[in-house]
């Protein structure tokens, strides 16, 4: 009983949290890239570019630490 009441209370905190924190996201638009002759594209072209960037050496750091990981198993 007791897990079933620590499961609901934890998928009821999660839902009200992740609920916080969309609203205002969904609210607000950081860069307009829409106008014409003020350079706000170019500068939505460049936080895009950054931004893939970032992802890709995350996903390039955890497969790295993955492969690491690894090989001290097959070591040891």
Do not use: N
Request: charged share 20%; no cysteine.
């Amino acid at each position: 009983m007791r897990m079933i009441r620590t499961l609901v209370l934890s998928g009821a905190l999660s839902g009200a949290t992740l609920a916080a924190i969309a609203a205002p996201a969904g609210a607000q638009q950081v860069v307009d890239a829409g106008k014409e002759g003020d350079g706000s594209g170019g500068l939505a072209f460049v936080l895009m570019a950054l931004l893939v960037m970032l992802i890709w050496a995350a996903l390039f750091f955890m497969d790295r630490v993955r492969r690491r990981r690894g090989e001290t198993a097959t070591t040891e």
